[in-house]
């Protein structure tokens, strides 16, 4: 590198990463406002925080979310713990040498004799009999098939014996890691149902647009465990509806869907009948839609292809192929609604991008938000505790996009948060300071926020800097404010004064909030 070059990289300036982005005040006063209304509104309904990991084994979100589904396939961050150069299929790498260290470990008591362990190292031995033979008589294909399923047995090895780490992935969404927890904490031993609820940070290498991050974030609840009665999902779905209202969110749309279950007469054969009325139209399709045919073809009904859309209308729908059971639990949860008071439309497209969800799906819009209008998603997934090697257990729950949820906010005029200090301290004197310091202390024990200057400024200068930081009043404290005993407030807004002692400020404070509110 040139001399030039490298002053040029050490002046490097750094910026957020694409798709990730600094929330700055007085924008993050709006995020505490919606998250303190959900600690109050979920706790009104029973849920309990859940705080996780941002981490997990890449494996879980694999088998709950989807190997096919876009997040798992081509939008998790994923890495692997630990330092070495093994990656699990990348056979060749796994040479016989390790392969008999494995079984040596094996051996020596180092890796577990558990069942599972002692089959695998049988099979690698006997592979390793195997192979150098097999190279010589069979052909290409068949002894690279033989060669990777070898690898997988051996990283396995590896792993247990800490010579290579797991694969783990930033979580792309919680509902997995809660069941997890559910599962390792027992929790089918507690009261059923469990309600929990979560915040914080998910990552999806998706493209960033308005609305789309890679790193955003969700609050998120979800019932596990207990009956699958609709007045579940209608009270959970209610309780979504109350925090958006709570926090005023204007103009949400409800959207509600049954998927019904993965069984032979009900998705199942839906899923038959779409493929093939999909196979009739394959040639007009894209091709995202085209592959989708066979990889996940509920998924074409999610398209936005402005040219896929007449097409869709002419598909099967789900509701003409729920079984009887899936058709009276889905018109309980729509009468339950009604009941509530909560206004939805159904949409049969709605099939949510997770592969989890049975019977109830649904989905909320916001204005304000461009394409990238679902300011919240969930649904119904019996099954899913099941199949993380977990009891037979009940799960519903959602996931709002707070970051979408604040960017309507804020467009519909709902986003103001008062950002400016309460109290402005303007100074000037060394016996003045002290009194500064001594009623800041008691102003913020009151909660009022305060600015204090370090430094003595002359009044001008400090009324203006007290505008700037947008105050509601000005505390002077001059020589005489602290011989007489009487301390100037200036209310900012109007320019008014009053002289008041130490003992009434708080109680003029308290007043002129009572009038402004
Ligand atoms: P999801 O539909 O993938 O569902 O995400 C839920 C919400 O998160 C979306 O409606 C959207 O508001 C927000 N979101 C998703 N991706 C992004 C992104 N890249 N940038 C900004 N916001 C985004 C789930 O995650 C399920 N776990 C929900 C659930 C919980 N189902 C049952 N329980």
Same mark, same amino acid.
């Given at each position: 590198? =040139?001399?030039?070059?490298?002053? !040029?990289?050490?002046?490097?300036?750094?910026?957020?990463?694409?798709?990730?982005?600094?929330?700055?005040?007085?924008?993050?006063?709006?995020?505490?406002?919606?998250?303190?209304?959900?600690?109050?509104?979920?706790?009104?309904?029973?849920?309990?925080?859940?705080?996780?990991?941002?981490?997990?084994?890449?494996?879980?979100? &694999?088998?709950? %979310?989807?190997?096919?589904?876009?997040? %798992?396939?081509?939008?998790?961050?994923?890495?692997?713990?630990?330092?070495?150069?093994?990656?699990?299929?990348?056979?060749?790498?796994?040479?016989?040498?390790? &392969?008999?260290?494995?079984v040596s470990s094996f051996k020596n008591g180092e890796i577990p004799n558990t069942p599972g362990n002692a089959t695998a190292v049988d099979r690698i031995e006997q592979t390793l009999k195997e192979i150098t033979i097999a190279q010589e008589r069979l052909s290409p294909e068949t002894f690279d098939s033989m060669v990777e399923g070898y690898n997988v047995l051996l990283y396995r090895l590896a792993y247990l014996t800490g010579q290579v780490g797991e694969w783990v992935s930033l979580r792309p969404e919680a509902t997995a890691s809660v069941c997890r927890a559910y599962i390792e904490h027992n929790m089918q031993q507690l009261p059923q149902p469990v309600k929990l609820y979560y915040l914080g940070p998910m990552f999806r290498r998706e493209r960033p647009q308005k609305g789309r991050y890679r790193q955003f974030y969700q609050i998120g609840a979800e019932i596990l465990g207990g009956t699958d009665a609709p007045g579940i999902d209608a009270e959970v779905i209610e309780m979504l509806m109350t925090f958006f209202d709570k926090v005023s969110l204007q103009g949400a749309t409800l959207y509600i869907n049954s998927i019904g279950h993965n069984a032979d007469n009900c998705r199942r054969g839906y899923v038959e009948k779409l493929k093939a009325a999909l196979e009739q139209v394959k040639d007009k399709l894209g091709p995202d839609s085209q592959r989708r045919i066979d990889t996940n073809p509920l998924r074409v009904l999610d398209s936005k292809l402005e040219s896929e859309q007449a097409i869709i209308a002419t598909l099967p729908r789900i509701?003409?192929?729920?079984?009887?059971?899936?058709?009276?639990?889905? $018109?309980?949860?729509?009468?339950?609604?009604?009941?509530?008071? %909560?206004?939805?439309?159904?949409?049969?497209?709605?099939?949510?991008?997770?592969?989890?969800?049975?019977?109830?799906?649904?989905?909320?819009?916001?204005?304000?938000?461009? =394409?990238?209008? &679902?300011?919240?998603?969930?649904?119904?997934?019996?099954?899913?505790?099941?199949?993380? $090697?977990?009891?037979?257990?009940?799960?519903?729950?959602?996931?709002?996009?707070?970051?979408?949820?604040?960017? =309507?906010? @804020?467009? =519909?005029? !709902?986003? @103001?948060?008062?950002?400016?200090?309460?109290?402005?301290?303007?100074?000037?004197?060394?016996? $003045?300071? $002290?009194?500064?310091?001594?009623?800041? !202390?008691?102003?913020?024990?009151?909660?009022?926020?305060?600015?204090?200057?370090?430094?003595?400024?002359?009044?001008?200068?400090?009324?203006?800097?007290?505008?700037?930081?947008?105050? !509601?009043?000005?505390?002077?404290?001059?020589?005489?404010?602290?011989?007489?005993?009487?301390?100037?407030l200036k209310t900012l807004s109007d320019g008014t004064q009053q002289k008041l002692t130490e003992s009434d400020l708080l109680e003029f404070l308290r007043q002129q909030e009572k009038v402004s509110s």
């Open positions: 590198m =040139s001399d030039a070059t490298a002053k !040029k990289e050490e002046r490097r300036k750094f910026q957020a990463i694409r798709g990730t982005r600094d929330l700055l005040p007085p924008e993050t006063a709006l995020w505490n406002h919606v998250e303190q209304t959900a600690h109050q509104v979920f706790s009104t309904f029973g849920f309990g925080e859940i705080r996780q990991p941002i981490f997990e084994p890449t494996e879980l979100f &694999a088998r709950a %979310v989807g190997g096919e589904t876009d997040i %798992v396939s081509k939008e998790m961050y994923t890495f692997k713990e630990g330092t070495s150069d093994f990656a699990p299929n990348q056979g060749r790498n796994l040479s016989p040498e390790v &392969a008999r260290q494995m509701a003409d192929h729920l079984c009887d059971e899936c058709k009276t639990h889905y $018109a309980e949860v729509k009468r339950q609604l009604e009941v509530r008071g %909560v206004l939805y439309q159904e949409n049969w497209r709605l099939v949510r991008g997770l592969d989890y969800y049975m019977r109830t799906t649904f989905e909320i819009t916001a204005p304000g938000l461009g =394409s990238q209008n &679902a300011v919240c998603g969930g649904g119904r997934y019996d099954g899913l505790v099941e199949l993380l $090697a977990g009891p037979p257990t009940k799960g519903i729950g959602f996931a709002i996009g707070e970051d979408r949820l604040i960017l =309507s906010l @804020q467009e =519909s005029g !709902k986003g @103001q948060a008062h950002q400016g200090r309460d109290i402005y301290i303007a100074w000037m004197g060394e016996k $003045a300071y $002290a009194t500064a310091i001594r009623a800041a !202390k008691d102003l913020r024990k009151a909660g009022y926020s305060v600015e204090l200057p370090p430094l003595e400024q002359k009044f001008g200068k400090a009324l203006g800097q007290a505008d700037k930081l947008g105050a !509601k009043f000005a505390l002077i404290l001059g020589e005489n404010e602290v011989s007489e005993g009487l301390w100037t």
